[in-house]
């Protein structure tokens, strides 16, 4: 089986740099005062962040006083989130907006738009599954199914399906199938026009918990999760298991692997943010063999994502 080292599947630079114009506010020298000042702010964010986690802890606070990401506290954060509009805008020009975040890429920092990452990551995704030949294909914790309404549009005679646990992000995926046309806020997120109008509406979304989905195994070629495991970190030796279950043969994780938390501001987000953050090479413990690690790519301060595509293998 042919190995994926990344040929056809990472970014060149001046991909990622085509793909982030318009979806960026400001940029700055990495030594600037003016970035130093956004790292601190993060900081300092992060920090009070993870000092209260540590004293409720010390304090034996319950579970729900602290950020602790049970599947509990996920779908309370994620149920109300899917139920508001969550569809990418165009940057607002001009006023710093509540949905920048900062990012570092090829040596400057930026303030972009939330959704700019996305566009990347789809490139990603679509191209995995030219590369794999998949024919069917699953997102766990899909959200309000943004990849998979953006890729569908370039992929023929492939099954996608989305799983995500809170129904509201489900309803809102299909509510967006019952359009006869793409929402244009969608295909302006897009990296190219509408090819082919209507594949949108073929893709399967189903409320599910990704610790036990309604599949058979090996029902799927290819299952990829996009920031979704790195909610899961209560549950993710079960989710992987399951994950390994439903999938026949490749994966593709894009999530803040160790390997993506490049310093100490980043790993202390992620500690106090409780997200996943295993090693690649941990994957392995779950049948689960990674080839690519790939992260050299717009990294966000707190929870910068790694690609990291796997093959299925025995269990240990
Ligand atoms: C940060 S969002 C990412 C959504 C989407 N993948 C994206 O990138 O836009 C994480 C998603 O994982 C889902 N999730 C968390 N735990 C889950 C579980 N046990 N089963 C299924 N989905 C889960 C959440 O409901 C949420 O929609």
Redesign the pocket.
């Known amino acids: 089986m042919k190995k994926l080292d990344g040929e056809g599947i990472v970014l060149t630079a001046d991909e990622i740099d085509a793909l982030l114009e318009g979806w960026t506010f400001s940029s700055y020298e990495l030594g600037s005062l003016a970035w130093q000042k956004e790292r601190a702010k993060v900081g300092l964010r992060m920090g009070w962040k993870y000092l209260k986690n540590r004293g409720k802890r010390l304090l034996k606070a319950p579970a729900s006083f602290m950020t602790v990401r049970t599947?509990e506290f996920?779908?309370q954060q994620?149920e109300p989130?899917?139920a508001e509009d969550q569809i990418p805008a165009p940057v607002p020009k001009g006023k710093r907006h509540k949905a920048f975040m900062p990012i570092e890429w090829n040596g400057k920092g930026y303030l972009a738009s939330r959704f700019s990452k996305?566009r990347l990551?789809n490139e990603i995704i679509y191209r995995m599954i030219k590369a794999t030949g998949a024919k069917t294909v699953l997102?766990?914790?899909?959200?309000?199914g943004?990849?998979l309404l953006e890729v569908a549009d370039r992929l023929k005679d492939v099954k996608l399906t989305g799983?995500?646990?809170?129904q509201a992000?489900i309803t809102a995926a299909q509510a967006q199938q019952k359009t006869v046309a793409l929402d244009p806020r969608i295909v302006h997120h897009m990296p190219g026009p509408v090819v082919n109008p209507g594949n949108f509406r073929k893709i399967a979304f189903l409320q599910?918990?990704?610790?036990a989905m309604p599949f058979a195994d090996d029902s799927f070629d290819l299952v990829y999760?996009?920031?979704?495991l790195?909610?899961?970190n209560s549950?993710a030796p079960a989710?992987l298991r399951e994950i390994r279950r439903v999938g026949r043969k490749d994966f593709l994780f894009i999530e803040p692997f160790a390997e993506s938390q490049v310093d100490a501001l980043r790993k202390l987000a992620i500690a106090a943010k409780d997200h996943w953050r295993l090693p690649a090479a941990r994957l392995a413990e779950y049948g689960l063999k990674p080839d690519l690690v790939w992260f050299n790519w717009p990294l966000k301060l707190v929870g910068g994502t790694c690609v990291v595509t796997a093959r299925k293998d025995v269990l240990a």
Not at 139 to 144: I, K, L, R, S
């Open positions: 599947k996920v779908q994620y989130f899917w996305a990551s997102e766990v914790g899909c959200g309000n943004l990849h799983v995500d646990l809170t992000g599910a918990d990704a610790t999760t996009h920031t979704a790195e909610q899961m549950v989710v």
